[in-house]
């Protein structure tokens, strides 16, 4: 599987963008997509999530109400709309691929057997 991230940019405060990402290979065996942001300094962390065959979704405390997590499974996209950006949004953010058996949970990087290569959110305040 490959993953390809595009969508990053610079944005001031209250602004929004759409990150989307782009999967392609042996795309059956993904049952669920997620993105995690890493800031500079810090730990990589969990934004959002969803399944492949329901569109259930599952948002980090810190996105909730303002980001949106949807796929489009016919062509092997997810895209996260983020609305009310704030400058701590800002960070490189990465798509990953879940399959089953997968070691850690949706909410874990260990969890992901697949990366996208990243696209960096900057948000000015």
């Known amino acids: 599987v490959q993953l390809q991230a595009s969508g990053g940019g610079l944005v001031q405060a209250g602004g929004s963008l759409r990150l989307s990402c782009a999967a392609s290979g042996r795309t059956f065996s993904i049952i669920g997509m997620g993105w995690f942001r890493q800031a500079p300094g810090k730990e990589r962390e969990f934004v959002a999530y969803?399944?492949?065959?329901?569109?259930?979704?599952y948002y980090s405390d810190s996105v909730k109400g303002r980001f949106t997590l949807s796929r489009d499974n016919a062509k092997n996209m997810v895209y996260l709309q983020m609305n009310s950006l704030k400058p701590e949004d800002t960070a490189v953010y990465y798509c990953?691929?879940?399959?089953?058996?997968?070691?850690?949970?949706?909410?874990?990087?260990?969890?992901?057997?697949?990366w996208g290569q990243g696209t960096l959110v900057t948000v000015s305040s």
């Open positions: 969803v399944t492949s065959a329901s569109g259930l979704t």
């Open positions: 990953a691929a879940r399959i089953p058996y997968a070691s850690g949970s949706s909410s874990s990087s260990e969890g992901y057997a697949y």
